[in-house]
Every structure is written in C-alpha cells, then in structure tokens.
C-alpha cells in the first residue's frame, strides 16, 4: 500500500480532469466529448481525487477513471481483484454511511453472497407477481392524477412516485409515511446538491435522514416477526438459506439500500425517457405502433440513453493490469457508466436515440458479475406499466426544459414539466 501511495504521488493526471466540479457542471453531451477523447487515447487514466470531497482522505492520490465499455465489464467481474468493500462512490464516505446505507452493494464474498442468496429468498414468484400487480394500479392511479389536466412536473408528480410507491408497497410500509421515506431517499442519493439537502450542512442532513430508517426498518422488522404479512419486510425477516436468516443490522441496511436504489434507477431513467420521446417523435411513433411487442427491447435503450448512475468504485486489492495500465494494490478504479454506453466499439450511432438498438448490452445496470443489480427486472416492470399508461392516455406529452440535479453520482433531474392534451372523460 505504501509503495502505492509513493508511487502515485509522483504520477501526473491526465489533462481531462473527471474529478472537478466543473466537469460535472458541464451537460451530458459536454461530458461526453471528453469521455470520446479519454476512450481513444487514454482508457484508464490517472485521475485527482474528487474535489470538494465531503471526507478528504489525508494523502489520497486519486484514482484511476474507467471508460470504455469493455473494461468496464472487465472490473465488474473481476471481484475477486476489484473489491466493493471499501466503497463504491469516488467520494470518501464514512464507514457508517457505508454500513448503514450500502447494504450488499459495499461487500464482497461471502458476505455478498450470504446476503445476497437471502434476499433472493425473499423474492419468490408470490412476491414477483404481488408486486406486478400493484406496479400498475400505481401507474394507473398516478396518471389518472394528472391526465384531465394537461400538464404536471413529471418528476414530482409521476417518476419519484412510483418506484417510491412500489418500493414502500412491497415493503409494507403504509402511505402516509411515504413522503418521508421519498425525502429521505432523495437526500442520500443528492446530498451533494444544496437544494435537496435544504441548505444544511451534508453531516446533519445524512445523519438525520439515515437514522430515520434505519429505525424505520427495525421497527418494522419488530413488527413482522410478532405478525407477519404478505410483504418483503415478513419475507425477509423470516427468509432462511442454510439455517441462517438476515439479523435487524443486515435487514435495515437492506431497506435503506431498496429505498434508496430501487427509487433513483426508475425515476431517472423514466425522466429522460420523457424528454427523449420529445426530442425523437419518430421513435415515439414506433413504439406506439407495436407497444406489447417493441417495449421490452425499448426500456433496454431508455436505460443506455439515461444511464442513472454515472459512477461506481472498486478498489484493487493487488497488483494488476487494466487495459495495460498497470494497477497496483490500494489503488482505486472508477467506472464512468454514460461512456461505457456510448461506447462506438459497441453502439453504433450512440447519439441517437435508437428503441430497435439490438444487441443492447448497455452497462446502466452494472457490467455483470456479483453485483449486477437486483431489482433490475422490478424497474423494468415500472417503466412497462408507466409507458403504456403514459403513450395511451397522453400520448401527445411534451417535456420541457429540465432542471439537472448537482453530482457526479446519479444522472437525475429535479424537475421536468410536460405538457399533453387533457384526457377526455
């Protein structure tokens, strides 16, 4: 680790710097021009640490910045090199943020694969087709809210409530502490941008909204066990995988990790679904003309196209080489999902919002391995539901301008307007 260290602090960055706030100011199209520059000549390049890191780690070097698709893939299943367990955001976190709200996707094996094997317990064919069910009463309930109108603030309105009414419907969690949870999971994942933090300082907002859950779901497990439900929170306490079950430490990070994770892919990913559909009328016509047999291959593109998380950390725990760059243990990795997906040794015309693209093997659930993501078949089960409710009721919607989220860890949008022809009752 020390020869690491001494070695990296001798080693110039690379003149494309990834880790300011400038960069991450820039648009998505700004920042992929840099990316194309990175993926052709520099592949795996030495970056500064992130700046305004909340926790400044005294003497970090950086960190090496991964951009083509191929070695994207290449880190995600290369587990046993490129390990989760001391972070997985570029930024330095508290190792009780991480315990607290990281769950499986900051462990390595076996821990990953004790954890992981019990939740999947918890997900059986009851489970999946319950929650299918209540995915489009809640798109339909949500667009009915909107429909007479003409117009909503999509994001608020429509793309934050579902995957949040999902999420707390499949955990058990009633409606009215809904708006709580929905905040809460939007503090974590914006902490970094003023606004969704409400001019607090980042420590206090975390802390508060952490812990909130956190009692929030060892309540809930308390709960259950006396009088179990049909829900995840009954099915996890009680899932067992060789006489072993979940313990209130492992089940409420698990539920900080499910409202936070399984709430940000689909809302982002539905958002600039939206506005994708505005700026591509074509590609809404197409879809429209077959839904039943196109949808499935076009949510493949809405997540390449949003590519709701932008950025995931490994770090090596031994010497390697990426790509022929030289790695050396203690160093770590960042992956850049957006230019993985617009990757032209994979995507050809990645500019273009493309619903046929087919072969699709877009990185916006992870590049494979252990941790590919779990609720990536529940989010598309969202956007099936959300789409067709959207392009047969309003299906004439038209975004407006975004208003872009602040960070370098989630590709969201705070707001969005549309607007569409009332539906007529």
């Not at 930024?91 to 996707?105: A, C, K």
């Not at 900051?106 to 999947?120: E, G, N, Q, V, W």
Request: proline share 6%; aromatic share 8%.
């Amino acid at each position: 680790m020390t020869a690491a260290r001494t070695d990296a602090a001798i080693r110039p960055y690379h003149e494309i710097d990834l880790s300011s706030k400038a960069f991450w100011a820039k648009s998505a199209i700004e920042r992929e021009a840099s990316f194309a520059q990175l993926r052709d000549h520099s592949p795996v390049s030495w970056q500064p640490p992130v700046e305004d890191s909340w926790l400044p780690e005294p003497g970090d070097p950086g960190y090496w910045a991964v951009v083509r698709h191929a070695d994207i893939v290449d880190v995600s299943r290369r587990s046993e090199v490129f390990i989760s367990g001391l972070g997985v955001q570029f930024e330095n976190l508290p190792p009780d943020v991480l315990r607290g709200s990281q769950s499986i996707l900051a462990m390595d094996p076996p821990d990953h694969t004790k954890i992981r094997k019990l939740i999947s317990a918890a997900f059986t064919p009851r489970q999946v087709k319950r929650i299918e069910d209540q995915i489009k009463r809640n798109a339909s309930e949500l667009v009915d809210a909107i429909a007479a109108r003409g117009d909503s603030e999509f994001v608020s309105e429509v793309a934050a409530k579902l995957p949040m009414r999902t999420v707390c419907d499949m955990i058990g969690i009633d409606r009215d502490e809904q708006e709580k949870v929905a905040h809460a999971a939007e503090v974590i994942t914006g902490w970094n941008d003023p606004e969704v933090r409400g001019g607090r300082e980042r420590g206090p907002a975390l802390a508060e909204v952490g812990w909130y859950l956190t009692k929030l779901a060892r309540t809930l497990a308390a709960q259950r066990r006396a009088e179990p439900r049909d829900d995840l929170i009954s099915a996890l306490v009680n899932a067992e995988v060789d006489g072993e079950r979940l313990n209130d430490i492992e089940i409420s990070s698990f539920f900080t990790l499910l409202c936070v994770a399984g709430t940000d892919t689909t809302r982002q990913t539905a958002t600039h679904a939206v506005k994708a559909l505005t700026d591509f009328p074509d590609q809404r016509a197409w879809l429209l003309e077959d839904y039943d047999g196109r949808i499935n291959n076009a949510i493949e593109e809405f997540v390449r196209w949003a590519s709701p998380v932008m950025t995931f950390r490994r770090t090596a725990i031994e010497d390697t080489e990426l790509a022929g760059q030289p790695i050396k243990a203690g160093e770590k990795v960042v992956m850049f999902y957006p230019s993985g997906n617009w990757d032209t040794a994979v995507f050809t015309d990645p500019d273009t919002f493309d619903l046929s693209r087919s072969p699709n093997p877009h990185v916006g659930f992870g590049g494979g391995g252990n941790h590919f993501c779990l609720g990536n078949q529940v989010a598309k089960s969202q956007l099936r539901a959300l789409f067709r409710e959207l392009l047969t009721r309003i299906p004439d919607f038209r975004a407006g301008d975004p208003v872009m989220l602040e960070g370098n860890f989630i590709h969201g949008v705070k707001s969005m307007p549309i607007h569409f022809t009332p539906e007529q009752s």
